[in-house]
T-cell receptor
Framework: GAVVSQHPSWVICKSGTSVKIECRSL??????MFWYRQFPKQSLMLMAT?????????EQGVEKDKFLINHASLTLSTLTVTSAHPEDSSFYIC???????????FGPGTRLLVL | GIQVEQSPPDLILQEGANSTLRCNFS?????LQWFHQNPWGQLINLFY???GTKQNGRLSATTVATERYSLLYISSSQTTDSGVYFC????????????FGKGTHLIIQP
């Protein structure tokens, strides 16, 4: 149990385009999901907290107009990278916790390459 | 925010050896998890251990919350244990995002 999926697993796009990444909890519901970013050979950095039915909370230094988050249901959160540029190229990972549990489970990640 | 330090940053061992990875954190936490990141980037949950001791096969972990550190033990290492091990902490259980350490890069040589 406690499986989180992400789609797509990798994406290559041209500079200036927008990219949407989906995060789904497959066998549990989650009122809160989290988005992280990992640059090569570095650690994971929390970008934002996605709250079902309300606005996302962004970490300091993360542009909310660049990274749009929608948490429309208890099993789906989406991250849209708007007007992507090469510096947005990274590994994006989401996580979620089953209701009333504390362990966070991570998706397999999405590799974004902006040319 | 909470600071998380992991040591050592790199560790190279022969197959069959034992290892201890350490995680120090700067403030009280309600969530502490250990992960293994495989070569494809997937984070594999090893332990949820904000306090106490747990064991799972060749792996075990201990967190001393009052002294703000956690240890991950790997016994009888196998080449498949290679990868990056992360410690991550949080204050609010499942409702708060995690702060990750920089990881320990473990290489197990045959």
């Amino acid at each position: 149990g406690a499986v989180v999926s992400q789609h797509p697993s990798w994406v290559i796009c041209k500079s200036g385009t927008s990219v949407k990444i989906e995060c789904r909890s497959l066998d549990f519901q989650a009122t809160t999901m989290f988005w992280y970013r990992q640059f090569p050979k570095q650690s994971l950095m929390l970008m934002a907290t996605s709250n079902e039915g309300s606005k996302a909370t962004y970490e300091q230094g993360v542009e909310k107009d660049k990274f749009l988050i929608n948490h429309a249901s208890l099993t789906l959160s989406t991250l849209t990278v708007t007007s992507a540029h090469p510096e947005d190229s990274s590994f994006y990972i989401c996580s979620a916790s089953p209701l009333a549990r504390e362990t966070q489970y991570f998706g397999p990640g999405t590799r974004l390459l902006v040319l | 925010g909470i600071q998380v330090e992991q040591s050592p940053p790199d560790l190279i061992l022969q197959e069959g050896a034992n290892s201890t990875l350490r995680c120090n954190f700067s403030d009280s936490v309600n969530n502490l998890q250990w992960f293994h990141q495989n070569p494809w980037g997937q984070l594999i949950n090893l332990f949820y251990i904000p306090s106490g001791t747990k064991q799972n096969g060749r792996l075990s972990a201990t967190t001393v919350a009052t002294e703000r550190y956690s240890l991950l033990y790997i016994s009888s290492s196998q080449t498949t244990d290679s990868g990056v091990y992360f410690c991550a902490v949080g204050r609010g259980g499942g409702a708060d995002g995690l702060t990750f350490g920089k990881g320990t890069h473990l290489i197990i040589q045959p």
